[in-house]
């Protein structure tokens, strides 16, 4: 990942075992016990930290995993979904997860200069997706009906890439929303990462995975970097 220093906030690697203790803390405040706790992928990702450059706090947490072709079935969402179509895709595939920012801490320039760092590294590998879980909260897929019915209308992936279902237990809204969304209150149910996907172009699954372990409903993201508006790059840019 690249560095940055902008504003009130930098991003640095988590190198160091109390940077990864940090990291694993914040994981668990934003998504309980089994979001903060290590698993298997964190061996072979990089771990990323924004922090509040008054006092060193950590106000958001990533990590990343680069692979090509066949090689993305060793993802983490792979456990949850198909993903055999992307072997096809041509270039390297970033993995974003466990991205969360501290629920104290609102200010929206923490996002974007954890974006801004990920373009930066995009541009200097030549990525070319991005793709990761975004998480609603709970298990009950009631309160998010008009964001489902807003992912369906205007963001399901293509067919070439759109993973099948894996999971034993999903919420194929794909099929099952039939609704109109109020644009409102899907809007107000997206989760912020999946809203920053969908602003730069992303697409979604048909179906959302309910994992009870982690008490989220997820759906899988990508983004195809080619597809990002120019505006929004250069806006990204500006931040480096």
Known sequence: MIPLDKGKYTVTRAETAADLS??????????????GASDRFDDTSEHVLVRAKSNGAPVATFRTAVYTGAGVANSYAAQYYD???????????????????????????????????????????GVQMLFGCSSFAGTCAA????AFALLRARHLGP????????????????????????????????????????MMGGWV????????????????????????????????????
Not at 220 to 237: D, H, M, N, V, Y
Request: charged residues 25%; glycine residues 6%; contains cysteine.
């Open 205 to 240: 699954s048909d179906h959302a995975v309910v994992d009870r372990e982690m008490n989220t409903l997820h759906v899988f993201t990508a983004l195809e970097t080619g597809a990002i508006p120019a505006t929004r790059k250069k806006l990204l840019r500006a931040l480096v």
């Open 22 to 35: 940090a990291a694993f803390s914040l994981r668990g405040l934003c998504f309980g016990v089994a979001g």
């Open 83 to 125: 993903i055999e179509r992307l072997y096809a895709f041509e270039g390297p595939m970033l993995e974003l997860g466990r991205f969360c920012i501290h629920p104290a801490h609102r200010d929206p320039d923490i996002a974007r200069i954890a974006w801004a760092s990920l373009t930066a590294f995009v541009d200097n590998t």
């Open 159 to 198: 067919a070439r890439w759109q993973p099948a279902i894996k999971a034993g237990e999903v919420f194929r809204y794909g099929e099952d929303v039939r609704t109109k969304p109020d644009l409102a209150r899907a809007n107000g149910a997206m989760p912020p990462l999946l809203r920053t996907y969908l």
């Open 143 to 146: 309160p998010y009906l008009d």
